[in-house]
């Protein structure tokens, strides 16, 4: 979806609104993905020196914990706006995804706004334990590996120390 920026700043006198919904199906995130179409509200409203724009974001997130891979959904709801000037649109640095003509790709400013938002980690809960080195399962789930497996080569070094200092 395309907003046309240039013509906005040079001729808007009222605000634009706009709702749409994106699943950016050619969107490459790390590590996670949507789990429906995000839901988005665009708004533009002119100034005395440019225009102000506020774009709000809903998404329901889905990836696998980072350390113990279990499935997990996030809901993410956020707002981000933007203050435009006319000079900015010909800017090379400009922040926002627009291109020569002054338009400016709206899908591509949602995923450019959920990469920032989303952790590049996400974690099933914040003291998530992960999984077991030993048996490769959930510690949290109980696995029966006694703590002495994977302590003991600490213990062999802390004795070769006992016997150094003896
Ligand atoms: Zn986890
Ligand atoms: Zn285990």
Redesign the pocket.
């Known amino acids: 979806m395309q907003f046309d920026l240039q013509a906005f700043l040079e001729n808007a006198r009222v605000p634009y609104k706009a709702h749409f919904l994106t699943s950016l199906p050619q969107a490459d995130f790390t590590g996670f993905r949507l789990a429906a179409p995000a839901e988005c509200d665009f708004s533009a409203t002119p100034t005395a020196d440019g225009a102000a724009l506020l774009l709000c974001v809903k998404a329901q997130v889905e990836a696998e914990?980072a350390?113990?891979l279990?499935p997990l959904q996030r809901n993410y709801d956020f707002q981000r706006e933007y203050l435009v000037r006319p000079q900015d649109v010909e800017d090379p640095d400009f922040e926002l995804p627009c291109s020569k003509k002054g338009c400016l790709d709206l899908e591509e400013l949602v995923y450019q706004e959920l990469i920032f938002e989303v952790p590049t980690v996400l974690?099933?809960?914040p003291d998530?334990q992960?999984l077991c080195p030993v048996c490769g399962k959930k510690k949290a789930a109980g696995c029966t590996c006694r703590p002495a497996d994977s302590a003991a080569p600490a213990d062999a070094r802390l004795s070769i120390l006992k016997q150094l200092l003896s």
């Open positions: 914990c350390r113990c279990e974690l099933c809960s998530c992960g």
